[in-house]
């Protein structure tokens, strides 16, 4: 078997105190969609933030397109590839929206304008909006602005901390539009997400985890079919 083109394998640690990850894997290939799903406190986010280099893995490790990577600050993988979009404060809420998105050039040393017409595209009320404090959009659009200013990285894996929290089910939908709009291009996303059966309803793999450890491995489908899923986590 190829390796997959992102693994955390096996991944056990936590912030410094117990272990909140037991033995946990996640894994995802170009141009797929992985959710993390999982009850209140399972270590969804923990997880997402180990194979982003945010915590110490005490044993496990992360690996990208087969190298090692677990010993890489968050800003090395960056620069590796990696974009993270946390679930808060992902935003710079005094800059206009044309603004942030320079910010996620930050590395660039070459033109941005072309990926920048690229997130316009996908996200056209931020082109609407460009000149306008990104702090007065309204909760979908600050979202749309936190993704776009990580997709200004070229990125070959978007990680998305629950992008679609406090917003409603309509800009959940447009949202997740957008997230499959940004896979068929070719990226990556792992994505942890509260909304499960909508999550896994647009995924090609999902994971829910329990207590720090995978619980259940599939296609999103194959976890909305199986029974035990939807008893213990789809509300039926």
């Known amino acids: 078997m190829a390796e997959p083109f992102l ?3 096996a991944m056990t640690g936590g912030y ?10 996640i894994a995802v290939e170009p141009g797929e969609i992985a959710v993390i799903v999982g009850p209140n406190g399972a ?31 968050p800003q090395a993988r960056v620069a590796k590839g990696m974009a993270f979009v946390p679930q ?10 044309e603004e942030n998105l320079e910010m996620g050039a930050f590395l660039r040393r070459d ?13 056209p009320i931020l082109k609407e909006k ?27 894996v978007l990680m ?35 909304n499960a059966r909508q999550a896994l309803e647009i995924a090609d793999k999902g994971y829910v985890l329990v207590q720090g450890g995978n619980r259940f491995t599939g296609t999103g489908q194959a976890l909305l079919a199986d029974p035990d899923v939807r008893k213990s986590f789809l509300g039926g």
Do not use: W
Not at 169 to 190: H, T
């Open 43 to 73: 270590g969804k986010s923990t997880a997402m933030k180990a194979v982003f280099g945010m915590l110490s893995l005490r044993a496990g490790a992360v690996r990208l397109k087969g190298e090692d990577i677990t010993a890489l600050t």
């Open 111 to 123: 033109d941005i304008r072309g990926t920048m017409d690229q997130v316009y595209t996908l996200f």
């Open 130 to 156: 460009r000149n306008q404090a990104a702090g007065e959009l309204s909760g979908g659009q600050r979202q749309q602005v936190a993704v776009g200013r990580a997709l200004m990285t070229q990125p070959s």
């Open 7 to 9: 693994i955390g394998e």
């Open 16 to 25: 410094g105190g117990a272990d909140i990850l037991h033995g946990c894997t």
């Open 160 to 194: 998305l901390d629950e992008p679609t929290a406090g917003v409603s089910p309509i800009v959940m939908d447009e949202l997740f539009d957008r997230i499959i709009e940004v896979a068929r291009s070719g990226i990556s996303i792992l994505m942890v997400e509260q």
């Open 88 to 97: 808060t404060s992902n935003i710079f809420t005094t800059m206009t929206v």
